[in-house]
DNA sequence: CAGTATCCCAAGCGATACTG
DNA sequence: CAGTATCGCTTGGGATACTG
């Protein structure tokens, strides 16, 4: 019955594939990492955001931290765990079409910039030799595994652009 | 009463951030462009796959052709826009993540590589001054945009990463 | 092929109210 | 604060069947 294709994009969709899961973690990216404050910041209905932060948690992208500071009531914040963390490039490629093709004239709401030096940063394609490649994937090709071990140029293997 | 953010990541999902939606992205990436094979290797209901196709188009990341081999009946198939090729680097991040953290013993079902030089290709933040900055995005600093205009060293706006 | 139509149930949304 | 609970409504999901 040609059940759907094994993929790792509907796999990190299982865990991120909500709308209100990425916006938790855009909050959380951004600092924010209080319950009622991400409830106002994304919108999210407090019931579906307890759902989420439950499973992001149980995901292992998120953990959910404790700690009282003096003489004040115990305190829950979220917080990134390593494999959150490296989710950064999802939010990153969404902010970055966003902010081309659906800015309103006053540009992007948000820019990133490298601490460093100030400079803005983005999302790139690049192949271990180097190269970077245009962010519409040209040149771009997907092997499947059974495959994986041929070199380049086998014509008769899926292409990943036109 | 405090809205939700104005974001670019949310402007994004409203656009593709359901999970058929993404689904179908990866299809039409990887060369499928056709209703039945869409619906057969996604697995989405015919009815939302409906709904998402039109969303999409409307958006303007899809455009719908119509072309008719000789004496044959006429066909529909999906193609990306230019907006459409641009969200490959959201693919590829999500891909890369599952790779990373959710692939079983076998390995990750489908390898991208650079077609001119046969290199593995994956998604990197690099910045305008030819940096390159970890996945989990430490060292990158996101500001608000009006105070976009101002150089780096503002300890005073939102961090990226702790 | 490329959809529409239908059915039925589960989940999501938005608002509001309550609890430790 | 950080949730749970509840309510009315809309949308999605899965299956199956029908049409040009």
């Known amino acids: 019955m040609s059940e759907p294709r094994a993929c790792s994009v509907a796999r990190t969709l299982d865990v ?4 209100w ?4 973690l855009r909050e959380v990216f951004l600092g924010v990492r209080r319950f009622d404050l991400i ?11 307890t759902e989420r932060l439950r499973r992001l948690v149980d995901a292992g992208v998120l953990r959910r931290g404790e700690y009282r500071e003096e003489g004040r009531r115990p305190r829950h914040e979220y917080e990134l ?11 990153t490629a969404l902010m970055q079409w966003g902010d081309r093709y659906l800015a309103g004239p006053e540009g992007p709401p948000l820019q990133l910039r490298h601490t460093d030096c100030g400079a803005p940063v983005r ?3 690049i ?9 519409s994937g ?4 997907a092997v499947p595994r059974h495959l994986a071990s041929r070199e380049a ?7 990943g652009a036109e």
Chains 1, 2 share one sequence.
């Open 16 to 19: 991120v594939g909500e709308r």
């Open 21 to 24: 899961s990425l916006l938790v």
């Open 39 to 49: 409830h106002k910041h994304t919108g999210a209905p407090r019931a579906v955001l």
């Open 81 to 91: 765990t390593e494999a959150g963390r490296e989710l950064r490039p999802v939010l």
């Open 123 to 125: 999302t790139a394609l």
């Open 127 to 135: 192949c271990e030799d180097g190269h970077q490649l245009p962010d």
């Open 138 to 141: 040209e040149g771009l090709r």
């Open 153 to 159: 140029g086998d014509g008769s293997a899926p292409r």
